[in-house]
């Protein structure tokens, strides 16, 4: 299984960033999608997540109100759009998968992954 990250880049504080995530894998829809992020000398964290369905998504409180995660079945694909960016938004941003048979299920667990995508570099500074 292959998980392709992009949209990362720099971007001045306040600026925006839409990060996409894609797989050719016909099973996406049954797929909860996730994105974690890592800074230099910490440890991964969860950012965001949406159900198979896309009806429900759950946030780290530090990006509530500022980030939006979606996803489009027909193309295989999850996005992050990030608005109001700060310095501490800056990291290595990953996409990652686990399968489920429940249209309700969700996970702030890395460990519940069994996919990750590459990850792409956000770095916000001025």
């Known amino acids: 299984v292959q998980l392709q990250a992009s949209g990362g880049g720099l971007v001045q504080p306040g600026g925006s960033l839409r990060l996409a995530c894609a797989t050719s894998?016909?099973?996406?829809?049954?797929?909860?999608m996730g994105w974690f992020r890592q800074a230099p000398g910490k440890e991964r964290e969860f950012v965001a997540t949406?159900?198979?369905?896309?009806?429900?998504?759950y946030y780290t409180d530090s990006v509530k109100g500022r980030f939006t995660i979606s996803r489009d079945n027909a193309k295989n694909s999850v996005y992050l759009q990030m608005n109001n960016l700060a310095p501490e938004d800056t990291a290595v941003y990953s996409c990652?998968?686990?399968?489920?048979?429940?249209?309700?299920?969700?996970?702030?667990?890395?460990?519940?992954?069994?996919?990750w995508g590459q990850g792409t570099q956000v770095t916000v500074s001025s």
């Open positions: 990652a998968a686990f399968r489920t048979h429940h249209d309700s299920a969700y996970s702030t667990r890395a460990a519940v992954y069994e996919f």
């Open positions: 894998e016909p099973t996406f829809s049954t797929w909860v």
């Open positions: 949406i159900t198979r369905t896309g009806t429900s998504t």
